[in-house]
């Protein structure tokens, strides 16, 4: 099989996609995720200053973020870690959702 064959192969296999592509998307979305963990520590931290209580929706957002990551890794990969993982940021997801609804209605601060 020669260089041009091998290449003609590579590209059917990835449908089209270039691999440098693929590569800075995922660096991308890496980093978008980065900041926005820095983001959301930021404003918790103020509003603890400002208003007394930290607003769980924006810690909601993050954890629901992270749990999709997790179970889009699961359903990729199948393996039992990413399940365990997966179900721990659920959960925590779930829990913010709890406490910022009871925040809203007035029950916590």
Avoid at 23 to 34: C, L, P, V
Avoid at 68 to 84: D, N, Q, S
Wanted: proline content about 0%; some cysteine; charged content about 20%.
């Amino acid at each position: 099989m020669n260089r041009e064959d091998i290449l003609k192969k590579a590209q059917t296999e990835n449908k089209g996609k270039d691999y440098a592509d693929i590569e800075a998307q995922k660096s991308g979305t890496r980093t978008a995720y980065f900041v926005a963990v820095l983001l959301v520590i930021f404003v918790d931290t103020v509003n603890g200053f400002v208003l007394g209580y930290v607003n769980r929706g924006m810690d909601f957002v993050l954890f629901t973020m992270a749990f999709v990551a997790f179970l889009t890794k699961y359903i990729i990969l199948r393996k039992r870690h990413e399940l365990f993982v997966t179900i721990m940021w659920g959960l925590l997801a779930l829990m913010m959702l709890v406490i910022w609804i009871l925040q809203l209605c007035g029950v916590m601060a």
